[in-house]
């Protein structure tokens, strides 16, 4: 009976953390090469897209609904821009929202905005992606739509958003109509800009509804440095006006903005202070843009600084009772081709072709990199000439074979890693929505609590959550 009643005790206290990596191209992912990991292929399409973006595919492996191309948090019914197509019958939760219902801590830790596809995923109901503030939504939609709100207002004023334990991200400018912008931290002009009309300021309206708990809201590295993680229990960190700097801008300018690791260190810090365990997604949604914008090398160096944040996180917990899943939300175009040399720079020079001018080791199907031009003669097509120290910079972009302004993601099937209690779950070939389920039955939250009290007594095991994508990365922990 004592043997029973402590392996019983045992597994009441379990942790899975869920890791998403934004365009999985594990070319630096030295983490999982230092454990031994379930592996599994979940299938990113979406409904109505045979290549998904990342609101469909967050909303699928948050809710375990497939949805709609840049729809979030609704299922296939809601239709893209039309605001009058959601409703409540339609609106899907997310494992987070299972999460706080069980009593757990969560957390969002994003390099991009807090607003954006990944991280929205968690607490939004959007009929389209760019409603990050509510200068994006048109007098026609509020017309129509009166009772719409923008991605923002939901995080701060409805449910699960406002009772979000820790937010990390940028994206200050979509909360506050009168944010200034810098020379280290200009406010955003591209990658979908949004303009705040309300000069209601959305964070003073968080710090109000958190009052009683004495909420630590930051905005630099240095003040999250001196946040007591023991006694806080809820964070809002915006550490810049639009995305977060790239890791080495951070580096070469010596910005005050902490890490995707800093980060991330300092949600388990806070969460872990919940005995009933947390969900924490953490997304390293920059490597993203950089594949968008066809400039390899910064793909591959955020990258570099997801891996420090998926270490991070493993050191941080016990193999014996936290599950953790490493994945992508969608894959790119980028491919590694040319037979280059064992050794030599993966961002470098792989050969020459027919026409003896050299070409990389890393190309895109499409996108901005495309340089080509006819001859003289209009015989042939050739590509621009190119040195060995041009390609390896942070600035060049790789060549592409369509020209297009932004690359595109790809179809693939991406891999997931899983390691500890229930990774036996991730295995084979699976729709994406599935990963939500399988965590959600691991953590005993949501749908699936029925199999744990038979095991484990008459309570669910503790759950921890935490995200951190490549394109991001989740982590669950229960």
């Known amino acids: 009976r004592r043997r029973r009643r402590r392996r019983r005790r045992r597994r009441r206290r379990r942790n899975t953390i869920y890791m998403i990596y934004l365009a999985f191209h594990c070319l630096y992912c030295q983490m999982l ?38 729809t979030i948090g609704v299922d296939g019914t809601a239709i893209y821009k039309n605001c ?54 048109s007098a026609e939609d509020e017309e129509l739509c009166p009772a719409v709100k923008d991605i923002a207002t939901q995080l701060v004023e409805e449910e699960p958003g406002k009772s979000i334990n820790v937010v990390m991200g940028g994206g200050y400018q979509y909360f506050d109509a009168n944010a200034v912008g810098t020379v280290e931290d200009p406010l955003e002009t591209e990658f979908v800009p949004c303009n705040r009309t309300n000069t209601t300021n959305l964070v003073d309206v968080w710090k109000t509804y958190h009052a009683s708990y004495s909420p630590e809201f ?16 809820f964070l809002l960190g915006l550490f810049s006006n639009g995305h977060m700097p790239y890791e080495y801008e951070k ?66 917990t016990s193999r014996d009772d936290t599950l953790i899943v490493v994945t992508a939300d969608h894959a790119h175009t980028m491919s590694i081709s040319g037979y280059p ?37 209009h015989s042939q097509v050739i590509h621009e000439n190119f040195t060995k120290d041009e390609v390896l910079s942070f600035s060049y972009k790789q060549l592409a074979t369509v020209p297009l302004d932004s690359e595109t993601h790809g179809g693939d099937d991406v891999a997931i890693y899983a390691l500890g209690p229930m990774a036996h779950l991730f295995h084979t070939l699976h729709e994406q929505h599935y990963i939500a389920h399988a ?40």
């Open 439 to 478: 965590m959600a039955y691991a953590s005993c939250i949501g749908d699936y609590t029925e199999h744990c009290n038979g095991v484990s007594g008459t309570l669910p095991p503790a759950l921890t959550t935490l995200l951190l994508p490549l394109l991001s990365l989740l982590w669950l922990r229960f």
């Open 251 to 316: 580096r070469e300018k010596k910005l005050d903005v902490p890490t995707l690791e800093d980060m991330t260190r300092a949600a388990i810090e806070i969460l872990q202070q919940e005995p009933q365990g947390y969900f924490l997604l953490v997304e390293g949604g920059r490597i993203d843009h950089a594949h968008h914008d066809s400039i390899a090398h910064r793909a591959l160096d955020e990258t570099v600084a997801m891996d420090l944040a998926v270490e991070a996180a493993v050191n941080l």
């Open 84 to 137: 009058s197509s959601i409703n409540e019958s339609n609106k899907v939760s997310s494992i987070l929202q299972w999460a706080q219902k069980a009593g757990k801590r969560t957390g969002v830790v994003t390099s991009t905005r807090v607003t954006h596809a990944t991280p929205a995923g968690t607490y939004a109901h959007v009929a389209d992606r760019d409603w990050e503030c509510d200068g994006a939504i």
């Open 341 to 377: 040399k064992r050794g030599q720079e993966i961002t470098g020079l792989a050969a020459l072709d027919a026409d003896g001018l050299p070409y990389t080791t890393l190309m895109y199907a499409n996108g901005p990199g495309y340089n080509y031009s006819i001859d003289q003669d």
């Open 33 to 70: 090469t230092k454990v031994s990991f379930a592996l599994c292929f979940p299938q990113t399409y979406n409904v109505n897209k045979q290549v998904a973006d990342s609101a469909s595919t967050a909303t699928a492996y948050l809710t375990g609904v497939k949805t709609n191309y840049k």
């Open 218 to 233: 930051v905005r630099t590295k240095s003040d999250l440095n001196k946040v007591d993680a023991a006694n806080t229990q």
